[in-house]
């Protein structure tokens, strides 16, 4: 998936060593099937035409019918093909993480933080998470705290103006990053990706009137959060 994921065990027990055999097993196997930086994969022959959607693995279709369904929730800025190319990476990496600590949890463990990319799934707590600020390299911006997080960012910080507006074609810029909480990771992470790309000050509006708790952090700076956010 082009980036790097981490796992910390507070809790581990003796079926904590398979279960993360098994997770590596799983994440590799997402990656085979959804990398768009694989040439085989099957994301990558679905978009050249060179695999038919209904021969596919069954988690194609479904993550594709879970895209479809917060393409239309977000009036159209996630999708699963930005820039015209599949691409369902804004809903597979977080996916991915929340998969993992899943089956940490069906192993026993109900204290650890999965992340992938810098985001991250937390169970149990309190864990402390933190939010990288996009002006200072290595940076802390601010600090999450509690338990059973999902703390989700879109930026442009490490991969530079990368998100893009699928209106416009062009690449989303009017936040330096944005971040969401909530429980689930799958969910939060797509709804950074989409948030972000509406730009602002609609983005940031438009998670508020949701009622989600969302950090934005602006090109000169400044900081702004939805009413819920603390």
């Known amino acids: 998936m082009g980036t790097v994921f981490s796992i910390a065990v507070r809790d581990p027990g003796p079926e904590t060593g398979p279960a993360l055999r098994r997770i590596v097993e799983r994440l590799h196997r997402i990656d085979e099937v959804f990398s768009t930086y694989r040439a085989r994969s099957e994301v990558s022959r679905i978009d050249r035409g060179e695999l038919p959607l209904a021969d596919a693995d069954p988690e194609v279709r479904l993550v594709l019918e879970r895209c479809a369904e917060l393409t239309a929730e977000t009036g159209g800025y996630f999708t699963a093909r930005p820039g015209g190319r599949l691409d369902p990476s804004g809903y597979v990496k977080g996916w991915a993480v929340e998969e993992a600590s899943r089956m940490l949890r069906e192993s026993g463990s109900a204290q650890h933080c999965v992340s992938g990319g810098g985001d991250v799934q937390t169970a149990g707590g309190p864990w402390r998470i933190g939010i990288a600020d996009p002006h200072r390299e290595r940076a802390v911006a601010r600090v999450v705290t509690g338990h059973n997080l999902a703390v989700a960012t879109s930026g442009t910080a490490e991969r530079g103006p990368h998100i893009i507006d699928p209106h416009t074609a062009l690449p989303a810029d009017s ?11 799958t969910r939060v992470d797509a709804l950074a990706t989409a948030a972000f790309a509406m730009g602002a000050p609609r983005g940031l509006r438009w998670l508020a009137a949701k009622g989600l708790r969302a950090l934005a952090i602006h090109p000169d700076g400044r900081q702004e959060t939805t009413a819920g956010w603390a």
């Open 175 to 185: 936040y330096a990053s944005l971040t969401l909480v909530g429980p689930r990771l």
